[in-house]
């Protein structure tokens, strides 16, 4: 797999989030299953989204070990909208 071209491919959670929106206007959502299940599973992990936004998520601990790395990352997280997990992880 070409990592450097899939980190090119990928999204900012910021154009993660406006893609969802504007799939959930058409009345879809990522991945192959538009049903009315899987809209309701995005439109309420879009909802748990605003709400994670707006809390700290991070403990002091963790944010100290993180700004130790010296080392450049990053992070690519394979992810659809209608997944719960990631509802409550894309977020941070």
């Known amino acids: 797999m070409d990592w450097v071209k899939e980190f090119q491919r990928g999204w900012t959670y910021e154009q993660y989030r406006s893609?969802?929106?504007?799939?959930m206007a058409s009345g879809k959502?990522?991945?192959?299953?538009?049903s009315g299940s899987?809209?309701?599973?995005?439109?309420?992990n879009m909802r748990r989204m605003d709400r994670l936004q707006k809390t700290p998520a991070l403990?002091?601990?963790?944010?100290?070990?993180?700004?130790?790395?010296?080392?450049?990352?990053l992070w690519l997280t394979i992810t659809e909208g209608w997944c719960g997990d990631a509802a409550q992880i894309i977020p941070i």
């Open 19 to 23: 893609k969802l929106d504007d799939l």
């Open 38 to 44: 899987y809209l309701e599973y995005t439109r309420m």
């Open 29 to 34: 959502t990522t991945g192959d299953n538009h």
């Open 59 to 73: 403990q002091g601990e963790i944010i100290s070990i993180m700004k130790g790395i010296e080392s450049p990352m």
